[in-house]
């Protein structure tokens, strides 16, 4: 079993809907991240949580501790949110800095 | 423009024939690192630096070496590439301390023959 899991693995919206990826994770982490790759394959780092929630204009993202589990949402969505959205974990072992990385959510919003 | 930049963009050698792929950042970040990117596998950590003389193992750095004499520059040596070293790889930095984020390269596309 993978240390960090997403679902879904595909996901089709139609412009405008309300999107909800998820991440589980299965070791103690200092903290979460969510990524977002474009097509174009550059990554953009979009939230580094530890604890609660975080928001940037249309997307938002939390985090349960206690259950190991992130949630990222979009509001509604625009086609150019079409993109893979990567959950990655940093350890809580001390002075761990290794990134665990989940496979990755492909997100298509159609217009 | 705060940037972390990687050279080449995509190459292509041949097995055994030793190649450096450049990553440098002009954000002053101590923390650097080397990704690699392949389908099915997803992201995977190959090395990381938290600052100058200091670097440390990820997930998957066999057959890969590393150097960090500057802050800036972090780069990834094949010493003999092979064609399972075929994939994208990625470096990124960022400050050290808890609230930190990472600005990531654009990526380099290797293909090994």
């Known amino acids: 079993k993978n240390e960090v899991e997403q679902s879904p693995q595909n996901l089709t919206a139609q412009e405008g809907e309300f999107i909800t990826i998820n991440c589980s994770y299965s070791v103690g982490i200092s903290a979460l991240h969510w990524l977002q790759q474009h097509p174009g394959g550059g990554i953009v780092s979009l939230f580094m949580?530890?604890?609660g929630k975080k928001k940037h204009g249309r997307l938002i993202a939390t985090i349960n501790i206690q259950e190991k589990h992130s949630s990222l949402h979009i509001t509604a969505s625009h086609p150019r949110d079409s993109a893979v959205y990567i959950c990655a974990v940093r350890g809580s072992q001390g002075g761990s800095e290794k990134l665990v990385f989940g496979k990755g959510t492909k997100l298509t919003v159609n217009p | 423009e705060a940037q972390v930049t990687q050279n080449p963009r995509y190459l292509i050698t041949v097995t055994g024939k030793k190649l450096t792929v450049t990553c440098s950042q002009n954000m002053n970040h101590e923390y650097m690192s080397w990704y690699r990117q392949d389908p099915g596998l997803g992201l995977r950590q190959i090395y990381y630096s938290m600052n100058v003389e200091v670097t440390d193992k990820g997930d998957v750095p066999e057959g890969y070496k590393v150097s960090r004499k500057e802050k800036r520059n972090f780069p990834l040596i094949l010493e003999s590439p092979s064609p399972n070293q075929t994939s994208l790889y990625f470096c990124?930095?960022?400050?050290?301390?808890?609230?930190?984020?990472?600005?990531f390269g654009s990526g380099t596309r290797l293909t090994v023959v």
């Open positions: 949580l530890s604890s």
């Open positions: 990124a930095s960022s400050l050290t301390g808890p609230a930190r984020g990472y600005t």
